[in-house]
C-alpha cells in the first residue's frame, strides 16, 4: 500500500512484540529512502482501553498471533504472550496527526480486519459513527467464527452485531458463509446485490452448518475473555 499510494496513511497494529519488532524492521530496510513510513502500534485491539489478555505467539509464524488456538494444534514451541489491550479508537487517536483529525475534507478510512478473529472485540466496541467513518472494510480470511473452538466462542450476540456490520462490505459478503444470516443484506459499493447474490452458492449450506457450529446457541462470552490463549 506504502509503494502504491505514498502519500497515504498506513496504521499497522501488531499485539506481540517479536512480530512487531520483526515488522518494524522490514519497513526500515525494505521501503525505498524518503518513503513515508507506516505507523507501527504495539498493542492488541480489545472493547476496553488498557485490559490485558493471553495470546499465543508461534515463532514459525509471526502472523497468527491470536488468543483462541486449538489445545490439538499447540506444539512446544509456541510462547503464551500477555498483551496490552486498547481501543481501536484511541489508536487511530495516537497515529493521527491533529490537523488530520480536525479536517473536514479527511478522506475516509480502510480497514483491514486481517486479526484471526480479533473483530468480535473491534465491531462491537465502535459506536455506528466511528464504523461509519471506514469506508471500506477488508480482510483476506472473512469472519472467524467457524474456525474458534466451540469453548473458546464468543457469545451468539456479539457475533450476529459484529456479522451483520462486517457483512455489509463485499470482502465479508462474497467469502464468509456467516453472512448468509443475511442474505437480503444490501453490500456497500455493489449497486443492489445482496449477500446471498454475492455469495458463490455458500448460502446453500448455511443452515446446517450454523447448527453444527452452534451460531445460535453460545450463551455468553465468558470462554472468549477467559485469559489463556488456548482453547
Not at 491470536?66 to 487517536?93: F, G, M
Not at 456479539?158 to 465479508?172: P, Q, S, W
Amino acid at each position: 500500500v506504502s509503494l502504491m499510494y505514498p502519500d497515504a496513511s498506513v496504521l499497522s497494529i501488531e499485539p506481540a512484540m517479536p512480530s512487531w519488532l520483526l515488522q518494524r524492521m522490514n519497513l526500515v530496510c525494505n521501503l525505498p529512502s524518503g518513503s513515508k513510513i507506516p505507523q507501527s502500534i504495539l498493542s492488541g485491539v480489545g472493547p476496553k482501553h488498557d485490559g490485558m489478555n493471553k495470546m499465543m505467539w508461534r515463532p514459525a509464524s509471526t502472523g497468527t498471533t491470536r488468543a483462541w488456538t486449538p489445545k490439538s494444534e499447540h506444539t512446544e514451541e509456541d510462547i503464551e504472550l500477555v498483551v496490552r489491550l486498547r481501543t481501536l479508537r484511541s489508536i487511530i487517536a495516537e497515529a493521527t496527526a491533529d490537523e488530520e483529525m480536525e479536517s473536514e475534507d479527511r478522506p475516509p478510512m480502510v480497514l483491514n480486519m486481517d486479526c484471526e478473529g480479533c473483530e468480535y472485540n473491534v465491531i462491537p466496541a465502535m459506536t455506528d459513527r466511528e464504523f461509519d467513518s471506514f469506508g471500506t472494510i477488508i480482510g483476506t480470511t472473512g469472519v472467524h467464527w467457524g474456525y474458534i473452538p466451540e469453548d473458546k466462542r464468543p457469545s451468539s450476540k456479539r457475533g450476529r452485531e459484529t456479522h451483520k456490520k462486517l457483512c455489509a462490505h463485499f470482502n465479508f459478503a462474497s467469502t464468509s458463509i456467516e453472512c448468509c444470516e443475511f442474505p437480503q443484506l444490501k453490500v456497500n459499493g455493489r449497486e443492489n446485490d445482496t449477500v446471498e447474490e454475492v455469495n458463490g452458492g455458500l448460502c446453500d449450506k448455511f443452515e446446517s452448518w450454523a447448527i453444527d457450529k452452534g451460531l445460535y446457541t453460545s450463551t455468553d462470552d465468558f470462554g472468549w475473555s477467559d485469559l489463556t490463549s488456548m482453547a
